[in-house]
C-alpha cells in the first residue's frame, strides 16, 4: 500500500488550499510535516526557496484555526523569532496569503475557522502596539531575539504563557554566537514561563555542523531525541 500523504494530518481546507497554490508537498515539506503532527521538534534543513517557513507555520496555522479558540489572554501560541528585523516584516506579510486562502477554503467546506492575527514586535515597533500585545495577545507573535528578550523579562511575559511551537528562522546565524548564547536563555525563561516543552521548529539553509545546531534548538530540558 502507499504511504500516507504528508498533507494527511491536515484538517480539509488546508489540504485543499495547499493542493490548490502547489503541485505538491517539496522535500522539506514531505520530511516535515509527519514528525511536526506527532509534537516532535524539528530542524529543518533545506536551501532558500524551498518551503521551509511554510511547512513551519502550516503545522501550527492548522492548529491555530480549527481547534478551539483559547480565552483571550491565552490566544499567543505562536513565537517566531528571526535574527534579523527586515525578514520579521517579511514574514508577517507572506503569512497573509496562506491564512486567506485556508479561510476561503474553509467557507467553501462550511468548516468553521478563527483567523489567527498576527503582532510583530522589534525595535521598531511603537509603544502603543507594545501595550497592546501585552493586554490583547495576538495568536502568532514575530518577533528578533533581542524583543524575545525584552518581552520574557517584562510584565508582557503573561502574554506569551500558553505559547505551545517556537520558531527559530536563520539558527545557524546565531547558534556559537553571543547573541545565539543571549536568545538560548531567552528560550529558557519562556520554557519557564509557559510551564511545559515547546515544540521547536529550526529553520536553516547552512547548518554546520547540524548535531551542534540541533542541540542548540533543543536546549538543556530537552530530551535527547526530541530535535530531529
Known amino acids: 500500500s502507499l504511504p500516507p500523504s504528508p498533507l494527511a494530518a491536515f484538517r480539509p481546507p488546508v489540504e485543499a488550499w495547499f493542493r490548490a497554490s502547489f503541485a505538491e508537498p517539496a522535500p522539506a515539506q514531505a520530511l516535515a510535516w509527519p514528525a511536526l503532527a506527532r509534537g516532535e521538534s524539528v530542524l529543518l534543513l533545506a536551501p532558500t526557496g524551498s518551503g521551509k517557513t511554510l511547512a513551519a507555520f502550516l503545522a501550527a496555522l492548522d492548529r491555530l484555526m480549527f481547534d478551539p479558540v483559547p480565552a483571550p489572554r491565552e490566544r499567543c501560541r505562536v513565537i517566531y523569532v528571526s535574527p534579523l528585523k527586515a525578514l520579521a516584516v517579511d514574514i508577517e506579510r507572506n503569512l497573509r496569503a496562506p491564512l486567506h486562502g485556508i479561510a476561503s477554503e474553509a467557507e467553501r467546506l462550511g468548516v468553521p475557522f478563527h483567523m489567527p492575527e498576527i503582532a510583530v514586535r522589534t525595535g521598531d515597533t511603537p509603544p502603543r502596539d507594545r501595550q497592546r500585545f501585552a493586554r490583547v495577545p495576538s495568536d502568532i507573535l514575530i518577533t528578533t531575539p533581542e524583543s524575545l528578550y525584552l518581552i520574557v523579562t ?19 546565524a546565531i547558534a556559537g554566537t553571543k547573541r545565539g548564547a543571549h536568545l538560548a536563555l531567552s528560550v529558557e525563561r519562556l520554557v519557564e514561563i509557559t510551564g511545559q516543552p515547546l515544540q521547536r521548529i529550526g529553520l536553516s539553509a547552512t547548518a554546520r555542523p547540524p548535531e551542534e545546531i540541533a542541540r542548540f534548538l533543543g536546549g538543556h530540558t530537552a530530551a535527547p531525541d526530541d530535535s530531529l
Do not use: F, G, Q, T
Open 154 to 172: 517584562s510584565h508582557a511575559r503573561e502574554a506569551v504563557a500558553h505559547a505551545r511551537w517556537l520558531i527559530l528562522d536563520e539558527i545557524h
